[in-house]
């Protein structure tokens, strides 16, 4: 299931910056308020574009705020491609680190997560649109990354890649949700010491 696409309003065509300001506007406020703290009107006010312009591009709040969830790829996105065909896994491991400590040390991915945990059961479409456009990709990512160790003999024959997954991503969102934060720095050596655990990374390095 995917979020639904944006209706179709007639007339002059829409303008992509308009759309960019409204979707930013949603998820700024349910970052901050949750879907019961956000309205039309607010976002309307927020993105400086009326009520009937929202209305013209999405059919409910639901609907936007599906919408504006898929904006996250962009805002919090993959580290940059590179070819890591001739890297092992720990070197792979140790340039997506980077990146993956700025997001998790970051408040507003921690807000954004503890939110659409909160509305996983009153509004499960926020869920499956987070599941789909952010969690899936990066699943399907890590699964190709624990063929390969597995291939390199880095683990074990027969690992249970959903249930190894399980384990790292449960152990990132965790700590995410925690109320004291961690700097970029503590989140890198957290999720240095998460892949280490996991096997994926040798116990010392230089």
Same mark, same amino acid.
């Given at each position: ?49 009326? !009520? ?8 409910? !709040? ?145």
């Amino acid at each position: 299931m995917s979020a639904p696409e944006p209706s179709r309003g007639r007339g002059r065509p829409r303008d992509p910056r308009t759309d960019t300001a409204i979707l930013r506007a949603a998820l700024d406020l349910f970052i901050a308020g949750g879907v019961e703290g956000t309205s039309i009107e607010q976002i309307a006010q927020r993105a400086g574009v009326g !009520k009937p312009t929202i209305y013209r591009r999405w059919s409910s !709040k639901e609907e936007l705020l599906a919408s504006a969830i898929e904006t996250i790829r962009d805002q919090f996105p993959e580290p940059p491609a590179a070819d890591t065909t001739n890297l092992s896994v720990a070197e792979v491991i140790r340039l997506v680190l980077p990146a993956a400590a700025r997001t998790l040390a970051e408040d507003r991915f921690r807000a954004l997560v503890a939110r659409i945990f909160g509305t996983s059961t009153s509004h499960p479409a926020l869920m499956e649109t987070y599941w789909q456009h952010y969690v899936l990709p990066r699943r399907r990512a890590t699964w190709t990354l624990l063929e390969r160790a597995e291939r390199d003999g880095v683990l074990p024959a027969g690992t249970d890649y959903d249930v190894l997954i399980d384990m790292l991503v449960g152990a990132v969102l965790y700590r995410a949700i925690q109320p004291v934060p961690l700097t970029t720095a503590e989140a890198h050596r957290y999720l240095e010491t998460v892949y280490r655990q996991a096997g994926l990374l040798p116990p010392h390095h230089t």
